[in-house]
């Protein structure tokens, strides 16, 4: 079994039930405290999913995969 640690995600679609999450200065708050300034992307964790999923890891256990823009710095 491998594992993806996921950092912060942007999701397009804005909350609906709380617009003022969706807004940009929210954004630029979310980015705090990620090495590389920016926000993950849903498909950046599905193809890692492939990845892992796919034959070419078929010898890879017990993996765990930090997809956090560098978020967590305490490894």
Do not use: C, W
Not at 9 to 27: G, S
Not at 29 to 35: L, P, S
Not at 50 to 69: E, K, M, Q, R
């Amino acid at each position: 079994m491998n594992l993806e640690l996921a950092g912060k995600v942007f999701i397009a679609q804005p909350f609906r039930d709380r617009p003022h999450q969706a807004h940009p200065l929210r954004q630029g708050t979310a980015r705090g405290g990620i090495a590389l300034e920016r926000l993950g992307e849903p498909a950046k964790l599905g193809r890692m999913a492939t990845v892992l999923l796919s034959p070419v890891a078929a010898y890879v256990t017990g993996a765990v995969i930090s997809i956090d823009g560098g978020q967590l710095r305490s490894l």
